[in-house]
């Protein structure tokens, strides 16, 4: 009975041994599978899926929020950052996305909306350029449609840890943690691209500490929103293409100031030179 035990054991601890072993080889055979990360590859996803994307689900504008005067571009600004993420989840599953060959920004038209509120149901047009790192070629992606609705109806009272962090990584790209090609922050810092490259951190924590605290609330959708950074550590991120911008990684502290709100959000991102505005 002990030997039937035995060679029970045995083959369960074979059976299972092996299914992972083919679960794992699965996941890299269907990434192998996806079409490569090129010019063509993505003008042709376009081609194929369409041009038209929406959201609905939770965000982080407020129902009771003070309104920065001066500033409602930042709220578009939010949606180019959602639309992205968006974007980048469908291509994924037809291209290499984890290649670090591109990058992306979404670019939605202005609108004559002073303030964008929860519950209400939004239709924008706007594009979306890439940048092929190898050879600095550019595509834009012209005539897309986005259609939003935040359907959490959250006012100050309501902004926890997760709605920082969902601020930060919508509005600058802070707390994307994320070193793929489509999730990059961009600064369009070219002054960093000499001391990244020679590893100068003093001069690049400065720069970037300067970059990220404004004098005014300017890059704040909301007062309740404001914010000090502090950059904890910086070093030079390889990404292969490392031609005429840099990359780097970022650790990062930021402390929100309004008195209703007072958190501490810890984060990292990646952050690249090169400049991608529309």
Known sequence: MKKILSILAALTLSTTSTLSVVA??????KYAKLKDLTDENVVEFFDE????FSYQGDFIFLN??????DNNHEFIHTLDNLFL????????????????????????DGSNEDEIKPLQKYE?????????????????????????????????KDIFQKVL??????????????DESLTWAR?????????????????????????????????SIYKEYSF??????????????NKNQEFAKVEAEFQFTDPKVSKIINSNFVMCTSDLSK
């Open 187 to 219: 600064f369009d810092a070219f002054p960093m691209v000499k001391p990244i490259m020679e590893g100068n951190l003093e001069e690049c924590i400065e720069y970037m500490e300067y970059y990220m605290n404004p004098v005014t609330y300017k890059g």
């Open 64 to 69: 009771d929020g003070e309104v920065v005067m």
């Open 124 to 156: 924008f047009t706007g594009s979306m350029k890439f940048m092929n790192l190898e050879t600095g070629n550019i595509i834009k992606i012209q005539n897309i449609k986005f259609d939003f609705e935040q359907t959490n109806n959250i006012g100050v």
């Open 85 to 108: 993420r968006i974007i980048n989840d469908e291509m994924n599953k037809k291209l290499k996305m984890k290649e670090t060959n591109y990058i992306a920004n979404v670019f939605i």
């Open 165 to 178: 962090k969902d601020f930060l990584d919508y509005s600058f790209n802070y707390a994307s943690d994320n």
């Open 24 to 29: 794992c080889e699965s996941g890299e055979n």
């Open 49 to 52: 899926f369409g041009k038209e």
């Open 228 to 241: 000090k950074a502090t950059v904890n550590s910086m070093k030079r991120y390889d990404t292969g293409y």
